[in-house]
């Protein structure tokens, strides 16, 4: 555990802080006029559009949270007791109760200690009988080997799915990530590269589930098509739920997308100041991008020799104002994951990472004065410990 911090020292660099503009307040402003909040409205019809562009899906439904396209993944894949899914034992806890509330098993996968992403043997020895699918987390928005899997899905007749929630804008050899897999899911929530506070997308790239999708989304009805006017009346035709997105958020989201550009060159700016001064130290490991991977400067995070030092690392950027975050509890070591998944192997570099890993502040507004306070932070923590600073 992050020693509490002594409530007297102000946070002066928060870990994330959502940039909203001009381009927001007007897409916002533009919903309420319409008078027309509820989800599928022009807003929403503009997002699908640009994320279809952006990634070449053949269809982009746009949801409540990347927790709502993961769960519409399994209802649409029909899966079920008897099933199993691997994912990595080092993701959010989404990944694998998209699965679970269906009543198929997440089986927990190590991962590569490099990238952090699904370890493309670890998969393979998790393979059983039972298996349907692979899930894929692009960690930190850097890309998994997409040719490893993509043959081993083949390879075993199993679906390859992403969960792209921290990959929106990055891509694997030039192909956007969320458009492999037969289908994607982007996050916009809240600590996101873009954001409408609670928000995600569901890509789907197999043309055969484009419909499902859509009835799955509204509450498992073939709304969608009575909209269009290609239906007289419409039916509960499948296992639904109610997965719209509200217009208002819509709105938010779409001028968030209209600056994602400049919203991403700033990340990579505070990302790129933190592996020129911190990349090169060999006693801390800081972010290993493959050549085949664009990343999107989601995450910068640095792993320590242990847990004793990361811990000590957050505690004293604490007490500089400066707030860091670990990442996940493995989830095969959870109530849950116990309960409902279960463990492939010993996952010893999930275990590792987990305990070792901190996340510094990053986040597109973040000013040329509080960047060199996490600098300068770090660099003295790092010198205090005698873990050098180059
Ligand atoms: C890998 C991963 N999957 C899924 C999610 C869930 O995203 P959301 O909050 O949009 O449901 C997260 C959230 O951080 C995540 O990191």
Redesign the pocket.
Known sequence: MVKTPPQSIPIRVPFCRPDYGREERLAFEEAIASGRLEGGGTQTRECEARLQKSTGAQRALITP????A?EMMALALELGPGDEVIVPAF??V??ANAFALRGAVPVFADIDPLTMNLDVEAARKAITPKTRAIML?H?AGVGCEMEAFEALCAEHNLVLLE?A??AVGASWNGKALGSFGAMG?F???H??NITCG???ALLVNDPALIKPSEFIRDKGTDRADFLRGTVAKYEWRVLGSSYLLSELAAAVLLGQMQREAALTQARLRIWEAYEAQFGRINSIRTPHIPGAASHNAHIYGIRFANNALRDACAAFMRDRGVMTAPHYVPLHLTPAGLKYGRASGALSHTIDTAETLLRLPLYSAMSDEDLALVLESLSDFLLENGLGTS
């Open positions: 949270s990347c927790t709502a993961l993701t959010f989404s990944t987390v960690y969960d929630a921290q899911a996050s916009f929530h600590t996101k609670e928000g995600g």
